[in-house]
């Protein structure tokens, strides 16, 4: 999110590429709400790794 609010200041296509990230940023947290619905463990390829050692 922080990534996107920097390309917002850039005047036409930052904007753009503002809400494209916010739009996949949606559809990403959509996907993960319905895993952990269903029980499901999923672990994200960059920050998976990093959020499960701050677990443990």
Known sequence: MIISWIFVLI?????????????LSL???????????QGEMY????VGEFAK???Q
């Not at 005047?11 to 739009?23: A, D, T």
């Not at 559809?27 to 619905?37: D, G, N, Q, R, T």
């Open 43 to 46: 672990e994200l390829p960059i």
């Open 11 to 23: 005047p036409f296509i930052g904007v753009v590429i503002y809400w494209f990230c916010s739009l």
């Open 27 to 37: 559809i990403l947290w959509i996907i993960l709400m319905v895993k952990a619905y």
């Open 53 to 55: 050692e701050k677990v």
